[in-house]
């Protein structure tokens, strides 16, 4: 394609967006933050930059100056590797650049085009890419559909290369959870493995905040566990839980692992610490799930949708592009960091403003909140 047909056809793209109020841009979170990933709040705690101190001054480099099999590796990673997984409640553990990274390079190394994947509707990007890179035959379920679900796997119960259910554990914009009791059920039922992926599930459920998989005693039950650090342990980077056999596996086949220069070695041990604190936080996810339940509570009260949601992400339902927008503004103005979720995020007609909680927040904070939600729906409603 020629360079003036290729930066004109990049330019109708961009007016396309602007047309219909679908440019994005980038802009710091000002007010009080309602839509934070920094679940624990350890993105200010002072240990963490403690932490970030000691790595610098223990590691002789600052860069990795290479991938893990080449010049990147530490022995720190494989230390924290260790400390992960007792954590996970798996085997071993694998650490990757980022949760997207870690999906891509697990999806689309173990599956292949022969094999059969059913992934859930409401699965964040970085799985649907993953399945897409592996070229596996998919079949996407509607959100939660344990029936379809079912439905699905008994069509293919004689297909020798019957291969995954995938699934979020809290799914990241709608706030309500997987049946994974029940996932897991069927998957040993007709043969299949399963992946969970707990990224906004780590650090806030389960014992000592190891997720709802390890709430439920499953762990040893899936093929993989993926838990992100970058949000409820304020760090970077994610793992893959599983067996040693899975670790070794992705060494050698995940492509974003093996072709990813390593993360700084001193960030391991920002991570540990945050792993440590997270272990301890039982108090703060106790005030983080009593805060929500106010919220939903609050936004019952005040006849507003938060659809199916009982965890501390809340989706505030303003379908439409334009409503979402000047509901997120005036919000804004009121003092409340907010942002508006459109498509492709999420289908046309269900918009929302993605209101996730933090233990920073008070209850004070809900109520205020609640109060300049009223205003500004008499306003823009």
């Known amino acids: 394609m020629p360079f003036n047909a290729l930066t004109g056809r990049i330019s109708a793209r961009l007016s396309e967006l602007e047309k219909h109020g679908q440019m994005r841009t980038l802009a710091c979170a000002l007010g009080i933050n309602f839509c934070s990933n920094d679940y624990l709040g350890l993105s200010i705690h002072p240990l963490l930059r403690d932490a970030v101190r000691e790595g610098v001054e223990h590691c002789q480099r600052m860069g990795a100056t290479g991938s893990r099999l080449l010049s990147g590796h530490h022995p720190i990673w494989d230390e924290l590797e260790n400390v992960f997984a007792a954590y996970a409640g798996t085997e071993a553990a694998l650490f990757f650049n980022s949760g997207y990274a870690a999906n891509t390079g697990l999806l689309s190394s173990i599956l292949g085009s022969e094999d059969v994947v059913f992934s859930d509707q409401l699965n964040h990007a970085s799985i649907i890419d993953g399945i897409r890179l592996s070229r596996a035959q998919k079949v996407i379920y509607p959100h939660n559909d344990l029936n379809f679900l079912e439905d699905g796997l008994r069509r293919h119960a004689h297909n020798s290369r019957l291969g995954l259910i995938v699934t979020e554990s809290i799914f990241s914009m709608d706030g309500d959870r997987a049946s994974l009791r029940e996932l897991f059920d069927l998957a040993e039922r007709y043969g299949a493995g399963i992946v969970v992926d707990e990224a906004h599930a780590t650090g806030v459920y389960g014992p000592r905040g190891r997720g709802l998989v390890a709430e439920l005693g499953l762990e040893q039950r899936a093929l993989a566990i993926l838990h992100t650090c970058s949000k409820a342990l304020a760090s970077a980077g994610a793992f893959v839980a599983g067996s040693v056999m899975?670790?070794?596996?992705?060494?050698?086949?995940?492509?974003?692992?093996?072709?990813?220069?390593?993360?700084?070695?001193?960030?391991?041990?920002?991570?540990?610490?945050?792993?440590?604190?997270?272990?301890?936080?039982?108090?703060?996810?106790?005030?983080?799930?009593?805060?929500?339940?106010?919220?939903?509570?609050?936004?019952?009260?005040?006849?507003?949708?938060?659809?199916?949601?009982?965890?501390?992400?809340?989706?505030?339902?303003?379908?439409?592009?334009?409503?979402?927008?000047?509901?997120?503004?005036?919000?804004?103005?009121?003092?409340?960091?907010?942002?508006?979720?459109?498509?492709?995020?999420?289908?046309?007609?269900?918009?929302?403003?993605?209101?996730?909680?933090?233990?920073?927040?008070?209850?004070?904070?809900?109520?205020?909140?609640?109060?300049?939600?009223?205003?500004?729906?008499?306003?823009?409603?």
Not at 305 to 316: A, E, K, M, R
């Open 246 to 381: 899975l670790k070794r596996f992705l060494v050698n086949h995940a492509r974003s692992f093996i072709f990813s220069t390593a993360l700084p070695p001193h960030l391991a041990f920002q991570i540990r610490a945050a792993l440590t604190l997270a272990a301890s936080m039982d108090t703060e996810r106790t005030h983080l799930s009593a805060m929500a339940e106010q919220l939903r509570c609050r936004l019952c009260s005040l006849g507003f949708d938060y659809g199916l949601s009982d965890t501390h992400i809340v989706p505030l339902m303003v379908p439409g592009n334009r409503a979402a927008l000047d509901m997120a503004s005036a919000l804004r103005e009121s003092g409340f960091a907010v942002r508006a979720i459109r498509p492709p995020t999420v289908p046309p007609g269900t918009e929302r403003l993605r209101l996730s909680l933090t233990v920073r927040l008070a209850r004070e904070d809900m109520e205020r909140f609640a109060e300049a939600l009223l205003r500004a729906h008499l306003v823009h409603g």
